[in-house]
């Protein structure tokens, strides 16, 4: 097979690990103010989906394998999602008012990381 022949066309969804349906709930639909997604099939293990234009997030409530505490500070110096957004600004009022710390990109970029409840980093880049 050559590798012309493989055409990726997007992600479809980023997964993230979540000790606490409801905190990721409230932190994804009531901070984030993402669309949660209904049609999450009955699975073997509890969680929720998150509409994010044609893609989407995928919290899975099990158990993590990886150390929580002790992650770097700034996110990006993490495993992380970058999202795109068209205003930071009102994000980062969202982000103050309910006390989540965040860093500013260290490029330059304006962009901003932080973390959910669980200690999964995300990236907010804001559309140029």
């Known amino acids: 097979m050559n590798n012309k022949d493989l055409n990726f066309l997007r992600i479809d969804h980023h997964s993230v690990l979540s000790a606490d349906k ?6 994804y639909h009531n901070i984030l103010g993402l669309e949660i997604d209904p049609n999450r099939p009955d ?3 509890d969680g929720a989906w998150f509409k994010l234009g044609k893609q989407a997030i995928h919290c899975i ?5 990886d150390p929580v ?7 990006g110096r993490d ?3 970058a999202l795109k957004i068209v205003n930071l600004q009102p994000l980062m009022e969202r982000l103050d ?30 559309e140029e």
């Open 79 to 81: 495993r992380h999602v």
């Open 22 to 27: 409801e905190k990721s709930i409230f932190f």
């Open 43 to 45: 699975l073997a293990y």
């Open 61 to 65: 409530c099990l158990p993590n394998p």
């Open 97 to 126: 008012e309910n006390n989540i710390f965040y860093s500013k990109s260290k490029s330059g970029r304006s962009a901003i990381f932080f973390r959910d409840p669980d200690g999964n980093a995300i990236e907010v880049i804001e």
């Open 69 to 75: 505490l002790e992650r770097p500070k700034h996110g």
